[in-house]
């Protein structure tokens, strides 16, 4: 894993998931269940993060990023790094 996020990066995060939990009522964003979200898209990306250990400064593009994850995850805790999401169905964001 990545490591824990810092008390600034936790509020980060648990404000990403309480806005896809609001907007997945509309827009069907995640099968996910608020009360599962923060181990399977928070703690699952950390993981990801931590296995693929980019270099700082990388550049990298989530693919079918869908709700955002693991692209938005991984901008919160690397801020260093450059992160492109891309999905079919919306245009391509860069954080």
């Not at 181990?39 to 296995?51: A, F, I, N, P, Q």
């Amino acid at each position: 894993m990545a490591g824990e996020p810092a008390p600034t990066q936790r509020a980060a995060l648990t404000a990403f998931l309480d806005e896809l939990e609001r907007w997945n009522h509309r827009l069907n964003l995640t099968t996910v269940a608020p009360a599962d979200m923060w181990k399977r898209h928070v703690e699952e990306s950390l993981v990801m993060l931590g296995t693929a250990a980019p270099r700082r400064g990388a550049d990298l593009v989530d693919i079918g990023t869908g709700a955002g994850v693991p692209g938005i995850v991984v901008a919160v805790m690397r801020p260093d790094l450059r992160i492109g999401l891309v999905e079919s169905l919306v245009a391509c964001v860069t954080l």
